[in-house]
C-alpha cells in the first residue's frame, strides 16, 4: 500500500471534521483554513467521501459537512479508500522474465506487509485519533513527556 498525499490530506480533514463538526456543520473553507488545504483540492476529496457515504452535506446558508457516520464506526483504511484506490507494493508482468520470477519469490512478502498495512488502518478509527489527540493535548498540559505519554498507550491497550 502507499499512502498518498491525497489520502493524507483525506485523514487530516477527517479528523478535523470529527473535531469540529459535533456542534453543527463545518465548511470546506474553515477546512482549509485549518488544515492549510486548498478548497479545490478539497471539494475533489469531499466528493469522493461523500460518494463513499463517509460525510453528508447541508446546503445553503449555515451549510457545510458533516461525518455521514458515527466517527468510532469510520476507519481510517475507510477514509484513503474512498479517495484513492488501495494500492498493494506487488505488481505482477503479465509477460515474466528472469527478474519477474525472482521478484515473484518476495511477492507473498509485499502481500503480506499490504495486508498488515490494511488492518492496521482498519483498526483505528476517527474517533481513535481524536482520543489519543486530546489525550496528547492533556499530556502536554501537565507537563507529562512523550514518554509518559506512550507509557499511557500501552496501559490502555
Not at 469540529?20 to 474553515?30: C, I, Q, R
Not at 464506526?73 to 505488481?91: H, K, L, Q
Request: include cysteine; aromatic fraction near 6%; hydrophobic fraction near 40%.
Amino acid at each position: 500500500m502507499r499512502l498518498s498525499t491525497k489520502g493524507r490530506y483525506a485523514v487530516t480533514a477527517m479528523l478535523d471534521l470529527a473535531l469540529n463538526g459535533t456542534e453543527g456543520p463545518v465548511t470546506l473553507a474553515d477546512i482549509s483554513e485549518n488544515q492549510g488545504i486548498s478548497l479545490s483540492y478539497l471539494e475533489q476529496l469531499f466528493a469522493a467521501l461523500r460518494s463513499k457515504g463517509l460525510v453528508r452535506g447541508v446546503r445553503g446558508p449555515g451549510g457545510g459537512y458533516y461525518l455521514g457516520r458515527p466517527a468510532d464506526d469510520v476507519s481510517i483504511a475507510d477514509v484513503i479508500c474512498a479517495v484513492d484506490e488501495w494500492v498493494e507494493f506487488t505488481r505482477c508482468n503479465p509477460r515474466p522474465t528472469s527478474a519477474d520470477t525472482q521478484r515473484g519469490m518476495t511477492h507473498s512478502l509485499w502481500d503480506d506487509l499490504s495486508q498488515q498495512i490494511y488492518d492496521f488502518l482498519t483498526g483505528i478509527t476517527l474517533a481513535d485519533l481524536v482520543e489519543r489527540g486530546l489525550a496528547r493535548e492533556e499530556a502536554r498540559k501537565e507537563g507529562k513527556s512523550a514518554a509518559d505519554l506512550l507509557d499511557l498507550n500501552h496501559r490502555a491497550a
